[in-house]
T-cell receptor, first 114, second 111 residues
Framework: DAGITQSPRYKITETGRQVTLMCHQTWSHSYMFWYRQDLGHGLRLIYY???????DKGEVPDGYVVSRSKTENFPLTLESATRSQTSVYFCASRYGLGLNTEAFFGQGTRLTVV | SQKIEQNSEALNIQEGKTATLTCNYTNYSPAYLQWYRQDPGRGPVFLLLIRENEKEKRKERLKVTFDTTLKQSLFHITASQPADSATYLCALDTGGFKTIFGAGTRLFVKA
């Protein structure tokens, strides 16, 4: 299917475990992003990637690791999950960064750390 | 610090009326501003973009205004319908990768 898909949709994990959230897009968009969304906060940028093998930190990167070996995939790893990382995570992609290049979001992954 | 504020209280209106949502920002000079719609359990979906040199933009029943002096954008939905009930997010973009999102305003349209 065309678009941007995230997996899993829901995940419960224990404190201290490593967990990876997957993101796949079929448009060959250059830019990909990971956001977290918490009540009372806007979407906060965790990491972004401008192309394969190019990644950079966003606003809240601590405790997260990303990789981008292929243009279409952008996994997000929580190295040692903490309760404060309980959140809804959204992956997004954009063709570029200029005008008329809106972000396309995945369905989100609801992560609960117990 | 840079800040975006959207009304955190939900907006309740009657079907057929015009809904007006507000987005205020400080310490920021955005190149353009975007509005997204988010339904429960779904990712945001892009609606409209307005540039810093545009005062107003329309798309069907949607209208966005952008006042860089007041540092404010207004988002209007005319002839609102229950299907318009959702959370609406504004997002500021300076043209780089750092898009700043507001927390969103929930809109409820009652039939």
């Amino acid at each position: 299917d065309a678009g941007i898909t995230q997996s899993p949709r829901y995940k419960i994990t224990e404190t201290g475990r490593q967990v990876t959230l997957m993101c796949h897009q079929t448009w060959s968009h250059s830019y990909m992003f990971w956001y977290r969304q918490d009540l009372g906060h806007g979407l906060r940028l965790i990491y972004y990637s401008a192309a394969a093998d190019i990644t950079d930190k966003g606003e809240v990167p601590d405790g997260y690791v990303v990789s981008r070996s292929k243009t279409e995939n952008f996994p997000l790893t929580l190295e040692s999950a903490t309760r404060s990382q309980t959140s809804v995570y959204f992956c997004a992609s954009r063709y570029g960064l200029g005008l008329n290049t809106e972000a396309f979001f995945g369905q989100g992954t609801r992560l609960t750390v117990v | 610090s840079q800040k975006i504020e959207q009304n955190s209280e939900a907006l309740n209106i009657q079907e057929g009326k015009t809904a007006t949502l507000t987005c205020n920002y400080t310490n920021y000079s955005p190149a353009y501003l975007q509005w997204y719609r988010q339904d429960p359990g779904r990712g945001p979906v892009f609606l409209l973009l307005i540039r810093e040199n545009e005062k107003e933009k329309r798309k069907e029943r949607l209208k966005v205004t952008f006042d860089t002096t007041l540092k404010q954008s207004l988002f209007h939905i005319t002839a609102s319908q229950p299907a318009d009930s959702a959370t609406y997010l504004c997002a500021l973009d300076t043209g780089g990768f750092k898009t700043i999102f507001g927390a969103g305003t929930r809109l409820f349209v009652k039939a």
